[in-house]
């Protein structure tokens, strides 16, 4: 079946005591046992909630992948993957990471001993050249967050193949409507279901995907031994979301595209992020491992003034200034104080992260109201 029906379908079954066409919100901690070990498949809600297996199935199904395992957020998911390691072992992660995703790694986990060095991914041979003997991970964002840049997912995968280690792709930004990393060879998909799967601003979750038995057993164990699960509330929101998934990514993709032309030919803007722009170094690559190029852009303003940024993301009247993406609202945000406030400013600006850079996540709404917004919040 192809993605818009699986996107409705998947994972889902008329519950078979009612035939409630939704599935339920399964609010129980524990399962009653006919006998002594006999039960229906669920003994405790950490280890397993029908609601929650019928989201892990739906993302699953989404990504191509053949398991699914829900976290109380994205960040969650994150730290079950990192805790496939060991101390001594070593990961080569992308340089332009989502916030968070750098500070887990450098101040959590590389304090404990796991070895992290941040490279340009792409850029092949810098991929290449940073795996080492203990290194067990190559991790991925594409497009990055903020400043849009595209990996070659395939072309990594390759290098991670001949030299046994695991790729990891964080594919939040893209979605498995724009981009199946499985596909393409990665091991494990992280997604942050707190953006486009949830899509309405009400709900932090995350997920991992991944077609491997071996280390879908791994994540299960840590997933209950740790216990980051969300509640059966939280994944009935998300399971609300992905249904309306397909929908809602043409509409993110093509009010951006709009947007992003818009802000390329206006004199007022400097540099514009946007992997559909022909200009954008990722174009190529993004044409041929995205489906479209997604509902993220990042901009200057002409002369890159960070005082001049901060008056426009506070200007706008339809885009409301909040972190956070994915939505069907439109947001903006000023990602070097809100965002990414939590790396270092050396390393912000050694990435290309300059103060004056605005992140937007285009909305669902009319886009010629958004380009009103826009024109007016940057004003001369
Ligand atoms: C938001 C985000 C995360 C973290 O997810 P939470 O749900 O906020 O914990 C990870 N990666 C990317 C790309 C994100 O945008």
Redesign the pocket.
Same mark, same amino acid.
């Given at each position: 079946m192809k993605f818009s029906t699986r996107a409705i379908h998947a994972g889902q079954h008329p519950d078979p005591s009612t035939g409630a066409v939704m599935t339920p919100v399964y609010l129980t901690s524990t399962y009653v046992q006919e006998a002594l070990g006999v039960h229906k498949g669920y003994g405790y809600s950490r280890t397993g909630n029908p609601t929650r297996a019928a989201l892990e199935a739906n993302l699953a199904s989404l990504e191509g992948g053949d398991y699914g395992l829900c976290f109380a957020? $994205?960040?969650?998911a994150?730290d079950a993957v990192l805790k496939l390691l060991g101390t001594g072992d070593h990961v080569v992660a992308g340089n332009d990471l989502?916030g $968070?995703?750098h500070r887990i790694f450098t101040q959590i986990y590389q304090p404990m001993g796991i070895g992290f060095d941040f490279v340009n991914t792409g850029d092949l041979d810098q991929v290449r050249d940073a795996i080492k003997e203990e290194t067990r991970m190559v991790w991925l964002?594409t497009p990055t967050?903020p400043l849009l840049k595209i990996t070659d997912i395939a072309e990594v995968a390759k290098i991670c193949k001949e030299k046994d280690v695991l790729l990891v792709v964080?594919n939040?930004?893209a979605t498995p409507y724009l981009q199946q990393p499985l596909a393409l060879g990665a091991d494990i998909v /992280?997604h942050?279901?707190?953006?486009y799967l949830g899509g309405h601003s009400d709900v /932090? $979750?995350?997920a991992l995907i991944t077609s491997s038995s071996d280390l879908r057993d791994k994540l299960a164990f840590i997933q209950n031994s740790v216990g980051g699960i969300p509640g059966p509330l939280d994944c009935f929101l998300t399971l609300r979301g992905t249904k309306t998934l397909a929908v809602r990514m043409e509409r993110h993709c093509s009010n951006a595209e709009k947007i992003a032309h818009w802000l390329d030919s206006d004199d007022r803007i400097g540099k514009v992020f946007y992997p559909g722009l022909e200009s954008h170094e990722g174009y190529e690559i993004a044409s041929r491992q995205m489906s479209a190029p997604g509902g993220m852009i990042s901009f200057e303003l002409a002369g890159a003034s960070e005082e001049r940024a901060r008056e426009v993301v506070s200007n706008t009247h339809v885009f409301a200034l909040a972190e956070?993406?994915g939505g069907v609202e439109s947001l903006i945000e000023h990602p070097p104080t809100m965002t990414h406030g939590a790396i270092p400013v050396e390393v912000r600006h050694a990435e290309g992260l300059s103060d004056g850079l605005i992140r937007i996540s285009v909305g669902i709404e009319d886009v010629g109201d958004l380009i009103e917004d826009l024109d007016q919040a940057i004003g001369r």
């Amino acid at each position: 079946m192809k993605f818009s029906t699986r996107a409705i379908h998947a994972g889902q079954h008329p519950d078979p005591s009612t035939g409630a066409v939704m599935t339920p919100v399964y609010l129980t901690s524990t399962y009653v046992q006919e006998a002594l070990g006999v039960h229906k498949g669920y003994g405790y809600s950490r280890t397993g909630n029908p609601t929650r297996a019928a989201l892990e199935a739906n993302l699953a199904s989404l990504e191509g992948g053949d398991y699914g395992l829900c976290f109380a957020s $994205g960040l969650a998911a994150t730290d079950a993957v990192l805790k496939l390691l060991g101390t001594g072992d070593h990961v080569v992660a992308g340089n332009d990471l989502y916030g $968070g995703t750098h500070r887990i790694f450098t101040q959590i986990y590389q304090p404990m001993g796991i070895g992290f060095d941040f490279v340009n991914t792409g850029d092949l041979d810098q991929v290449r050249d940073a795996i080492k003997e203990e290194t067990r991970m190559v991790w991925l964002e594409t497009p990055t967050n903020p400043l849009l840049k595209i990996t070659d997912i395939a072309e990594v995968a390759k290098i991670c193949k001949e030299k046994d280690v695991l790729l990891v792709v964080d594919n939040t930004f893209a979605t498995p409507y724009l981009q199946q990393p499985l596909a393409l060879g990665a091991d494990i998909v /992280v997604h942050s279901v707190t953006k486009y799967l949830g899509g309405h601003s009400d709900v /932090v $979750g995350g997920a991992l995907i991944t077609s491997s038995s071996d280390l879908r057993d791994k994540l299960a164990f840590i997933q209950n031994s740790v216990g980051g699960i969300p509640g059966p509330l939280d994944c009935f929101l998300t399971l609300r979301g992905t249904k309306t998934l397909a929908v809602r990514m043409e509409r993110h993709c093509s009010n951006a595209e709009k947007i992003a032309h818009w802000l390329d030919s206006d004199d007022r803007i400097g540099k514009v992020f946007y992997p559909g722009l022909e200009s954008h170094e990722g174009y190529e690559i993004a044409s041929r491992q995205m489906s479209a190029p997604g509902g993220m852009i990042s901009f200057e303003l002409a002369g890159a003034s960070e005082e001049r940024a901060r008056e426009v993301v506070s200007n706008t009247h339809v885009f409301a200034l909040a972190e956070s993406l994915g939505g069907v609202e439109s947001l903006i945000e000023h990602p070097p104080t809100m965002t990414h406030g939590a790396i270092p400013v050396e390393v912000r600006h050694a990435e290309g992260l300059s103060d004056g850079l605005i992140r937007i996540s285009v909305g669902i709404e009319d886009v010629g109201d958004l380009i009103e917004d826009l024109d007016q919040a940057i004003g001369r």
